[in-house]
Nanobody, 123 residues
């Protein structure tokens, strides 16, 4: 079992930055691929960023490349999403998720989800 709790969301103006954190608990945290997803009202849940078990491999959706950075600290059981140069279209509820194996970009392949943290970017 892995329990995930996101934090760090808030209201920020366009061009600003936020860092989201996902605190995880569980006996085998380092065995899970970690991902960040987001969902805006009326839209499907969208893959944002994924990170391998060791933290050496990453994958980002095209719209956030160069602006967002995912990282993990397995010693602290924490995953981060650094969000820079934020745009209004980044506004969404952001979720972290964990999977033992599967496709990084597919929500149904993830085993565990956090409760979400709201990010709102004003124009």
């Amino acid at each position: 079992q892995v329990q995930l709790v996101e934090s760090g969301g808030g209201l920020v103006q366009a061009g600003g930055s936020l860092r989201l954190s996902c605190a995880a608990s569980g006996r085998t945290f380092s065995n899970y691929v970690m991902g960040w997803f987001r969902q805006a009202p009326g839209k499907e849940r969208e893959f944002v960023a994924g990170l391998s078990r060791s933290g050496s491999m990453t994958h980002y959706t095209d719209s956030v490349k160069g602006r967002f950075t995912i990282s993990r600290d397995n010693a602290k059981n924490t995953v981060y999403l650094q969000m820079n140069s934020l745009k209004p279209e980044d506004t969404a509820l952001y979720y972290c998720a964990a999977e033992r194996e599967g496709r990084w970009t597919v929500p149904d392949d993830y085993n565990y989800w956090g409760q979400g943290t709201q990010v709102t970017v004003s124009s």
